[in-house]
């Protein structure tokens, strides 16, 4: 009896847990604040009220997308009104715009799947199965290590040539739990890279060895379809505390913002030391599993030969970013290869609009989005001292935001794959495959024509 009652205790708790969060009637409003005292307006009511914001920087001139609970839309439009901002509806339910997002197309278990829809945790993981039996040769599963909860970060490594000291390149998706668009990219390009017959795609795939993460945080990516749409962090519930004083959930503590808990410059700016933020860095530098296990599986790989590329896939605002993200304006002629970086992603970016017509601006975080530090990307750049590492947020700008369509997965991956064959031509011609030499020759030679020019 005693056993019995345990058990329903036990289940009963877990209801609660699983509580799945809906979205009914909540709304998006996209504001643009277009002077400073706007922006600290907006910025009052982010920390105070608990309204979502979709990015978590407000800045002149950028359109802000802010998610307001149903009962709160009276007295936020009436807050902005009294302060004369103009604010415009551009999602009445986002509940409903979840549930088309979630759209599946009937059963067809004998079909591989197609890119229609988003695929969850558990089938991303099955797939990956399936993919590695079908191509043995080249494709293999790879372990970074485990989650929190004890989930295996998984990828795929992808190898034609079987060098001694490969040219290689590393993919991570997903850090951010809610950016669904991210795996989708990912698992096409692993199947593009297995499957394509098309010429450039195969020498994008043949000429690097790849290792594609498409799910680098699986607790949080599982517990966005099974409870939160919009959950982001991991699910690190060390850090559990009240969040009543900004009337939000007490779960929102329940984890760690992944990218701002890498170890280069941690905690320095577009961060926070509060569990109930968005952006909770962690309680120290690499404090999550998730964090130290990209990191070691990055010195991993530079330890077996020359890692040349790091992409991070991010979602949304179509932008190909450049590191450092806290640095801007002229200063960034002081990060390593910044003029390389910067010439090969405006090169991929603009590959990428030819073939939708969907453009991506192209900068440091600071200069076109907003300042941060602790992410993964400026870590393996700043850390770990790789060449060309850029991140995507991918589409759109804002319409669907994390919540895109799923008639959008295939075109956003055309585009990704077109700019990523772009990227790896520029690369190869900048000399960054042969030997580390190759652009000390470059810059030497053009010293001695400078010379000869001058006379000197
Ligand atoms: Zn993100």
């Not at 969060?21 to 277009?34: A, E, F, G, I, L």
């Not at 979709?54 to 307001?68: P, S």
Request: charge should be negative; proline fraction near 4%; aromatic fraction near 12%.
């Amino acid at each position: 009896m005693i056993a019995k009652i345990g058990i329903i205790f036990i289940i009963t708790i877990l209801t609660i847990n699983a509580e799945y969060v809906n979205y009914k009637n909540y709304k998006v409003y996209k504001v643009t604040p277009t002077t400073d005292d706007e922006v600290k307006i907006l910025s009052e009511l982010k920390d105070q009220n608990g309204y979502m914001f979709w990015l978590e920087y407000v800045k002149k001139g950028h359109e802000a997308k802010i998610m307001v609970e149903p009962k709160k839309q009276n007295t936020f439009e009436r807050y902005l009104a009294d302060r004369k901002i103009k604010s415009e509806l551009i999602i009445e339910d986002v509940e409903r715009v979840i549930n088309n997002q979630r759209r599946r197309p009937a059963a067809r278990s004998s079909e591989p799947y197609k890119w229609d829809y988003y695929q969850t945790w558990e089938e991303i993981e099955a797939w990956m199965e399936q993919i590695v039996e079908e191509y043995p040769d080249v494709a293999s599963i790879v372990t970074a290590g485990l989650s929190v909860e004890g989930r295996l970060i998984r990828g795929i490594k992808i190898d034609y040539k079987k060098r001694e000291r490969p040219v290689m390149g590393m993919i991570e998706s997903a850090l951010h739990a809610r950016e669904w668009i991210t795996p989708a990219t990912a698992t096409w390009i692993i199947n593009e890279f297995l499957t394509s017959n098309d010429p450039d795609v195969r020498t994008l795939a043949e000429n690097v060895e790849w290792h594609i993460f498409p799910v680098t945080n699986p607790d949080g990516y599982v517990y966005s379809f099974t409870d939160n749409r919009m959950w982001r962090k991991n699910r690190n519930k060390s850090s559990f505390t009240n969040c009543s004083q900004w009337n939000l959930n007490d779960d929102i503590s329940n984890g760690v913002d992944l990218n701002r808990n890498f170890g280069y410059l941690w905690m320095v700016i577009g961060a926070s030391q509060n569990p109930c933020a968005e952006t909770y860095a962690g309680k120290y530098a690499f404090s999550e599993p998730e964090a130290m296990a990209i990191a070691n599986y990055v010195t991993g790989l530079q330890r077996r030969g020359n890692l040349v590329y790091y992409f991070a896939f991010h979602s949304y605002s179509q932008m190909i970013l450049v590191p450092y993200s806290h640095v801007g304006g002229a200063d960034v002629v002081n990060v390593p290869h910044y003029g390389d970086m910067f010439e090969i992603a405006v090169k991929g970016a603009e590959k990428l609009t030819q073939r939708h017509n969907t453009s991506y601006a192209v900068g440091t975080s600071l200069d076109i989005l907003y300042p941060v530090t602790g992410s993964a990307f400026d870590w393996v750049k700043g850390g770990a001292h790789v060449p060309i590492v850029l991140l995507y947020e991918l589409r759109d700008v804002g319409e669907y935001g994390f919540l895109l369509p799923p008639e959008q997965i295939i075109p956003n991956n055309e585009e990704v794959m077109d700019s990523l064959v772009e990227i790896e031509k520029v690369t190869r011609a900048l000399g960054y495959y042969g030997h580390s030499s190759a652009n000390v020759i470059k810059i030497s030679s053009v010293l001695v024509a400078i010379a000869l020019m001058f006379n000197l």
